[in-house]
């Protein structure tokens, strides 16, 4: 089996001073720098998905909050796929590149896990990928739903919960760094 990770939505709206500021996003971006340099040091394919929005609040086209955020900057080899809705199979050429690549495993994180994480891991598991997510690699934001409002570490919490096992194995970085050199 051929693995990839792919990196969804790390742009800079997500961030401190951006327009949609998750819960921690550091964390996140700490631990997905951590696997980006273990798959370039394995020369494996690393995938990011950038998101532009139409019409939207964040992710504007020609700003500096939808770009990928400078501290996991793309190298010109590394494949980068701009999509609009969240599932990054949807209208994008992900699939295409994936089976271009004999990919059949995926390692996933990114941003936000609530949204575009849990839409595209449900989709790649569809297409009969195998599938892992770094649940430290991943970061959301509160939400409210009829007056309630759900604390940001809950809502990754139910999240990892649901698709654990079912969809992907969700794993820690550092579990993943570990234990895929002690196998």
């Known amino acids: 089996m051929k693995k990839a990770l792919l990196i969804i939505d790390v742009q800079n ?9 998750l819960y921690k996003p550091e964390v ?29 609040t964040f992710f504007n ?5 939808v770009q990928i955020h400078n501290d996991i900057k793309p190298l010109d080899t590394e494949t980068v796929i701009v999509k609009h809705y969240p599932n ?3 209208e994008t ?9 004999g990919v059949t495993e995926l390692v996933v994180c990114g941003m936000m ?4 994480i849990d839409t595209t891991i449900r989709a790649a598991k569809d297409y009969g990928y195998k599938l892992t997510l770094i649940s430290d690699g991943c970061a959301t934001k509160e939400l409210e739903w009829n007056g309630d409002y759900i604390p940001a570490d809950t809502v990754q919490s139910i999240f ?16 993943y760094l570990f234990y895929q050199y002690d196998l």
């Open 88 to 90: 990054n199979f949807y």
């Open 113 to 116: 896990t609530h949204m575009c």
């Open 13 to 21: 709206d997500y961030f401190p001073n951006g327009k949609c500021q």
């Open 28 to 56: 996140a971006l700490n631990a997905i720098k951590d696997l980006l340099k273990d798959f370039r040091k394995q020369d494996l394919p690393v995938i990011y998905i950038r998101h532009e929005s139409i019409n939207g």
């Open 93 to 101: 050429n992900l699939q295409n590149k994936l089976v271009e690549n």
């Open 160 to 175: 990892m919960a649901s698709l654990n096992q079912k969809f992907a194995n969700v794993i820690t970085s550092t579990d």
């Open 61 to 65: 086209p020609n700003t500096d909050g």
